[in-house]
């Protein structure tokens, strides 16, 4: 029985409501086309109607997989004729397919001999939930950030005339990344170099959520029919225009494609259409098209939900900056196509009129951000670390050489689990706290990260940050409204006398770990929470310092950051003389592969297991008996303490 509704070559041939019967069969649906297929050259034989059996069949079989072990969906269904036309025609890996972003890229898996492996999909030691060179030979660039593919397939096709080769460069992009000033850049360049080079615009009308802007308008005055020839901006880029056509309708895909991989001899842009989800129902009546989902039941589309402990991060900086801005009528939201994954969609539902969603354009929105600043606005400026370090000479020149005070929120700080190292926030501590006049925080927990969206909100020195994980928080009491904290004040939570354990981040939890089992070998630690990376507290170090016969410091970054800043502090106060061994642990010099996120940071050596052997291994402390410079702590008594100051608050 099918599992999906059947693919005619025209149109759909039976709705999502015709079609659910059978479904609670999904695993018994065959697939006798599909698996004939090992590699691409098993697609070359196949006449136009087998394909479009073999693209459904694939679309079964993605459906199936995904529904086990959750991905992105809704921009794989949406490729499923594409992905059969173009390694029906083509030759892979001698013509060279490169998905942008490729988070698109499960049917192209499937096809490319690595159908046995996708349950491991987005798993340790699995398939990256991306294009990756090092997993196989067809996929020639790994991508999981947008706009890069038309850059990338111009060095392949100089690099193929260079040396004398044969083989087409085809580089499908969609309508969201082609919004993207990378894209615009290439197009610029390639149009110019007059290089054979397809590009294949898989047009949507969808980024992670609706497309924005006046390319998205382009686009769809295109699609109508009611934009004039001559004001088509792929052709005055200097492409042969082709379309636009039906991305579902193999009948035109195919002859289309064969006509371009047998004729073109410049840059040509092949329009075509397509719906994110196609063919399974609930991802195309979905707002966001299923675009990443948990595991679910295919037969109803509910996906399986953890229940949470706690709000995530994300909602907590939503809610806190929506009370700032109930207050303060100056304060605006700034996102870069991830309006959901950022909060900053439930900004907009509250305040439409300051929320902008500036599409799939970092450095834009850094800038935006600034000339919002300069003219007297409170900017937040809501990124994922990973995506905001494509802004970073907006940052220095736009933002911090001018002393603005911009508000960057910088969600899925560290590590991020399935999506592996693409996605890792894991450079922004380096690179924004080596900014002059830049102010750099660390969220320990939910409610610390409404104290900083208040602090932010409250700061208009300068250039301003706080750092937050992705997933749900502790579990702590939230305040009904953040208080700003004193600007580079940090905090300690349990006082001891032996070792100091100072947290710049979420990590805080697995020093207070770290604490108790160091407690069980008689070994006194204090745990303090840095809050700030810049400025740092310095009666805090020079109180860790003097008093403890160790201090360790634990980061949610790469080296280089946290503990480098305190290492040079430190030493340029003379206080690096041995009195107190110095060990900083960080995220290690690799870029570690998807698995769960603790998984991850089993990996990175920063649990408190691993806090705990940092002691053991540098401090020649032995257990239970710390050779301690009493002196320094004459009567000193061991009272946990849960502030480093009153007037923290």
Not at 85 to 103: G, N
Request: glycine share 10%; aromatic share 6%; proline share 4%.
């Amino acid at each position: 029985m099918a599992l999906l509704k059947r693919h005619a070559p025209k149109k759909w041939a039976l709705s999502w409501e015709e079609s659910t019967v059978g479904l609670s069969c999904a695993n018994d649906v065959a697939t006798p086309l599909l698996d004939q297929v090992r590699s691409p050259d098993d697609l070359k034989g196949m006449r136009s109607e087998e394909l479009c059996r073999l693209a459904q069949e694939l679309r079964d079989e993605t459906l199936r997989i995904v529904s086990e072990t959750g991905g992105h969906l809704g921009s794989s269904l949406g490729v499923i004729e594409l992905t059969v036309a173009i390694h029906s025609v083509f030759k892979a890996p001698r013509d060279t397919i490169i998905w942008d972003v490729s988070h698109q890229c499960y049917p192209h898996k499937i096809l490319t001999g690595r159908r046995g492996k996708m349950r491991s999909l987005r798993k340790k030691n699995g398939l990256s939930g991306f294009t990756r060179r090092s997993e196989s030979s067809f996929d020639p660039f790994g991508a999981a950030h947008s706009s890069t593919s038309i850059s990338a397939g111009l060095g392949f096709a100089a690099a193929r005339d260079l040396k004398g080769e044969a083989g087409h460069v085809v580089c499908v992009i969609g309508d969201g990344a082609m919004s993207a000033g990378m894209a615009f850049e290439a197009l610029n360049n390639a149009g110019n170099s007059g290089r054979p080079l397809i590009v294949i615009l898989n047009d949507n009308d969808m980024s992670i959520s609706a497309s924005t802007g006046a390319l998205s308008n382009h686009l769809a005055a295109i699609r109508k029919g009611t934009e004039p020839s001559a004001s088509n901006v792929f052709q005055n880029f200097g492409f042969e225009y082709r379309g636009p056509v039906d991305g579902h309708d193999l009948d035109t895909l195919l002859p289309l494609l064969e006509e371009l991989r047998d004729t073109a001899t410049a840059p040509v842009l092949l329009h075509v259409t397509t719906r994110k989800g196609a063919g399974y129902g609930p991802a195309e009546r979905a707002t966001d098209k299923y675009h990443g989902v948990n595991p679910f039941d295919v037969s109803t589309g509910v996906q399986v939900k953890v229940e949470a402990k706690a709000p995530s991060y994300t909602r907590v900086f939503a809610d806190a900056l929506i009370q700032e801005a109930k207050a303060d009528e100056r304060i605006v939201a700034i996102t870069a196509a991830m309006a959901a994954g950022t909060g900053i969609d439930r900004f907009q539902a509250a305040f439409p009129d300051r929320a902008f969603d500036v599409g799939i354009a970092e450095q834009h929105a850094v800038t935006f951000a600034a000339g919002l600043a300069a003219s007297g606005m409170k900017p937040f400026c809501a990124i994922y670390s990973t995506f905001l370090q494509r802004a970073y000479d907006q940052i220095v020149h736009d933002v911090a050489l001018q002393q603005l005070p911009v508000r960057f929120a910088i969600d899925r700080a560290g590590l991020v689990g399935a999506d592996g190292p693409t996605h890792a926030g894991a450079f922004d501590i380096l690179y924004l706290a080596n900014l002059p006049g830049f102010t750099v925080m660390a969220a320990s927990d939910e409610a610390e990260l409404v104290h900083m969206v208040a602090t932010a909100a409250a700061h208009d020195q300068g250039p301003i940050a706080f750092r937050y994980p992705r997933g749900e928080g502790t579990g702590v009491p939230l305040p009904m409204r953040g208080e700003p904290l004193p600007i580079g004040r940090g905090r300690i939570l349990e006082r001891g006398s032996q070792v100091a354990l100072l947290s710049f981040g979420t990590r805080l939890a697995d020093c207070l770990k770290a604490r108790r089992l160091l407690g069980l070998e008689g070994i006194s630690a204090t745990v303090a929470d840095a809050r700030f990376a810049k400025p740092l507290d310095a009666a805090l170090l020079a109180d860790l310092v003097d008093g403890h016969d160790m201090l360790v410091t634990v980061e949610e970054g790469a080296t280089g950051g946290f503990g480098a800043l305190v290492l040079h502090h430190l030493a340029n106060r003379g206080m690096l003389d041995g009195r107190c061994a110095i060990r900083t642990l960080t995220l290690p010099d690799t870029f570690i592969a998807q698995a769960s996120a603790e998984d991850m940071y089993e990996e990175a050596r920063l649990t408190a297991r691993h806090i705990v052997a940092t002691v053991h291994g540098g401090s020649g402390i032995a257990r239970g008996h710390g050779e301690v410079r009493r002196t320094a702590r004459a009567g000193q008594q061991e009272q946990p303490t849960r502030l480093h100051r009153a007037e923290d608050r």
